[in-house]
């Protein structure tokens, strides 16, 4: 068990806790992603709440899929004194190497619902065929 110091006793001033809590805006996060995969392909989906489909750069170099987003910080409004801002926005890259089986003209994406969706279909000759087996 580790033991963790606070930094100061929390007040009993829940509001004043909360202007006064240190917050370094400057970290710099990569979003989370699944990767799934189906019998005709993959498919990655990027968490990104508050970005919209114009702030993504997809791209594919060899066999190298790149996604990556960039998005200024939105500027405080004239008369608004701003207390504290944690909602933050930069630039990210996600680089992914794709199988060999991937084929890379068929790279669709859609955006919904604060989440990228990269659809990555197999090669056709690649697919598992199905075979039906009578039985005698």
Do not use: C
């Amino acid at each position: 068990m580790t033991l963790v110091r606070f930094q100061h006793a929390p007040s009993k001033n829940l509001l004043s806790d909360f202007w006064n809590q240190p917050f370094d805006n400057a970290v710099a996060v990569q979003p989370v992603v699944n990767i799934l995969e189906t019998a005709d392909g993959f498919r990655i989906e990027v968490a990104a709440p508050g970005l919209n489909k114009e702030d993504f750069k997809i791209s594919v170099e060899k066999n190298l899929l790149t996604i990556s987003a960039q998005k200024e910080n939105a500027r405080a409004e004239e008369g608004v004194k701003v207390h504290r801002r944690e909602f933050a926005y930069g630039a990210f890259e996600r680089v992914f190497r794709l199988p060999e089986t991937i084929d890379t003209n068929q790279i669709k994406a859609n955006f919904k619902n604060g989440i990228l969706y990269v659809n990555l279909d197999k090669k056709a000759e690649t697919k598992p065929a199905v075979k039906t087996i009578e039985i005698g």
